[in-house]
Nanobody
Framework: QVHLVESGGGLVQAGGSLSVSCAASGRTFSNYVMGWFRQAPGKEREFVGAVSRSGGNTLYADSVKGRFTISRDDAKNTVYLQMNSLKPEDTAVYYC???????????????WGQGTQVTVSS
């Protein structure tokens, strides 16, 4: 079992930056691919990005590529999502997830956090 807790969400103006974190406990953090997903009101959950076990391989959704960066610190059992040049359409609840493969498929992730709200004002 892996327990994931996101933090760092909040309100930011369009064009601004925000970083959210996800702290893991339980099984060995370094054994897992870590992903970020988001869900806006009235919409389905969508993939944001993922980072490999080593941190050397990342995958991003086209909508965030070049603006968002995922990193991990295995010593701290934490994965980060740095969000720059934020847009109102980035407003959503952001979830981290742990899985076995770097993929955009949510079904491939076994463990999920409770989410943190990110709101971007225009």
């Amino acid at each position: 079992q892996v327990h994931l807790v996101e933090s760092g969400g909040g309100l930011v103006q369009a064009g601004g930056s925000l970083s959210v974190s996800c702290a893991a406990s339980g099984r060995t953090f370094s054994n897992y691919v870590m992903g970020w997903f988001r869900q806006a009101p009235g919409k389905e959950r969508e993939f944001v990005g993922a980072v490999s076990r080593s941190g050397g391989n990342t995958l991003y959704a086209d909508s965030v590529k070049g603006r968002f960066t995922i990193s991990r610190d295995d010593a701290k059992n934490t994965v980060y999502l740095q969000m720059n040049s934020l847009k109102p359409e980035d407003t959503a609840v952001y979830y981290c997830a742990a899985g076995a493969a770097v993929t955009a498929r949510s079904a491939a992730y076994d463990y999920w956090g409770q989410g943190t709200q990110v709101t971007v004002s225009s």
